[in-house]
T-cell receptor, first 112, second 114 residues
Framework: DSGVTQTPKHLITATGQRVTLRCSPR?????VYWYQQSLDQGLQFLIQ???????AKGNILERFSAQQFPDLHSELNLSSLELGDSALYFC???????????FGQGTRLTVV | AQSVTQLGSHVSVSEGALVLLRCNYS??????LFWYVQYPNQGLQLLLK??????LVKGINGFEAEFKKSETSFHLTKPSAHMSDAAEYFC????????????FGKGTMLLVSP
């Protein structure tokens, strides 16, 4: 158990819908990362927050947004969902920037 | 900018054979280097990391990796493969100084046959 908690574990929704994925980082970790993993794209970095501030953006679509709250938990919002958004979404946390990240078990999103 | 290249999307070995998974990185500043393992339907788990100091790094499950600056490599090895080592392995790079995020390679699937 990495100490990073992601909910829900599985999510099935229809095209056009909006979903929110939640991440609770390890106790004391200030940095939160979001990644998308699919068979065709591999592991793609989406976005990083550090102590509530956005620090880096990767291949995140405009339909996707995220935030980190004062209690350091983070949410990833996915809207206008398409079939191609079906993937595993991972959250990871680290105590500081530049150090190793600890991954949650992921949320498997299926868009039908 | 930084990047990671993992040679070979799939590597097959027999049980008991040497495991060698290749990773080359690109970084304009001294790197932090990591290897992660992902078992089916699970998150990524840190195997080992290199920050500074000794270039041969030992990790969990008998894996080790050697940082070779001149070759910009950080290959992962294990002397004797076990069936339980079958998984996907990811190499990642960050930066020792300044700010950077964690950049992953595309992963190498290790297949172990009896």
């Amino acid at each position: 158990d990495s100490g990073v908690t992601q909910t829900p574990k599985h999510l099935i929704t229809a095209t056009g819908q909006r979903v929110t994925l939640r991440c609770s980082p390890r106790s004391g970790d200030l940095s939160v990362y979001w990644y998308q993993q699919s068979l065709d794209q591999g592991l793609q970095f989406l976005i990083q927050y550090y102590n509530g501030e956005e620090r880096a953006k990767g291949n995140i679509l405009e339909r996707f947004s995220a935030q980190q709250f004062p209690d350091l938990h983070s949410e990833l919002n996915l809207s206008s969902l398409e079939l191609g958004d079906s993937a595993l979404y991972f959250c990871a946390s680290s105590p500081r920037e530049n150090t190793e990240a600890f991954f949650g078990q992921g949320t498997r999103l299926t868009v039908v | 900018a930084q990047s990671v290249t993992q040679l070979g999307s799939h590597v097959s070995v027999s049980e008991g054979a040497l495991v060698l998974l290749r990773c080359n990185y690109s970084s304009s500043v001294p790197p932090y280097l990591f290897w992660y393992v992902q078992y089916p339907n699970q998150g990524l788990q840190l195997l080992l990391k290199y920050t500074t100091g000794a270039t041969l790094v030992k990790g969990i499950n008998g894996f080790e990796a050697e940082f070779k600056k001149s070759e910009t490599s950080f290959h992962l090895t294990k002397p004797s493969a076990h069936m339980s080592d079958a998984a996907e392995y990811f190499c990642a790079v960050s930066q020792l100084s300044g700010y950077s995020t964690l950049t992953f390679g595309k992963g190498t699937m290790l297949l172990v046959s009896p």
